[in-house]
């Protein structure tokens, strides 16, 4: 069975500082992962897919590393805003998607 | 874009009730997916679906049972809800097709209270 481990569980950041988000897998036979984010009390938004070929993804501000050989993989957010406080959550992805608790963040003003 | 839908935002039932929990694709997605979340305990996978009328158990499947006869609707049943059963219900859908990467695309949620 797939775990799924993010750390750290939450974090508060001043405007502007870039931030770093950590999940590791157990079982490194995947498909692809997915980066999601949530809001309080919403459904969850595909932020950004990596394939199990691919080392990683960027979109925007965001960039997603992949190592699949190790079982993990990192979620960078450049220059972060308030409007990034959010819970994101890393799920890999063997035909099933396997869920870590998520890391808060909270960007302050 | 893809779209997701769910039947109902918020809903309250009573312990014992039949509750049907909808959700609706149109993006002509083979695979689609029943999810719980509950705090502390993150997202689980109840049941999914990868065709029309097909269903597979997922981790927590007791208590509950789904129905597909199209293939953009998938049903979460919950044939008679208990208390324990409150939670925030999510459903998502995805391709086989290889090139769309297998990418889940989830709806809005529901959140059940059972009374």
């Known amino acids: 069975k797939q775990e799924v481990t993010q750390i750290p569980a939450a974090l508060s950041v001043p405007e502007g500082e870039n931030l770093v988000l950590n999940c590791s897998f157990t079982?490194?036979?995947?498909?692809?992962l997915q980066w999601f984010r949530q809001d309080p009390g919403k459904g969850l938004t595909s932020l950004l897919l990596?394939?199990?070929?691919?080392r990683e993804q960027t979109s925007g501000r965001l960039n997603a590393s992949l190592d699949k050989s190790s079982g993990r993989s990192t979620l960078y957010i450049a220059a972060s805003q308030p409007g990034d406080s959010a819970t994101y959550l890393c799920?890999?992805?063997?035909?099933?998607?396997?869920f870590g608790a998520g890391t808060t963040v909270t960007v302050r003003a | 874009d893809v779209k997701v839908t769910q039947s109902s935002r918020y809903l309250v039932k009573r312990t014992g009730e039949k509750v049907f929990l909808e959700c609706v694709q149109d993006?002509?997605?083979?695979?689609m997916f029943w999810y719980r979340q509950d705090p502390g305990l993150g997202l689980r996978l109840i049941y999914f679906?990868?065709?029309?009328?097909?269903?597979e158990k997922g981790d927590i499947p007791e208590g509950y049972s789904v129905s597909r006869e199209k293939k953009e609707r998938f049903s979460l049943i919950l044939e008679s809800a208990s208390t324990n059963q409150t939670s925030m219900y999510l459903c998502?859908?995805?391709?086989?097709?290889?090139?769309?990467?297998?990418?889940?695309?989830f709806g809005p949620g529901t959140r059940l209270t059972v009374l």
């Open positions: 998502a859908s995805s391709s086989l097709v290889l090139q769309a990467g297998h990418e889940q695309f």
């Open positions: 799920a890999p992805n063997d035909y099933k998607l396997s």
């Open positions: 990596i394939q199990s070929s691919q």
């Open positions: 679906s990868y065709d029309v009328k097909m269903k």
């Open positions: 993006m002509d997605h083979e695979n």
């Open positions: 079982d490194s036979a995947i498909y692809n």
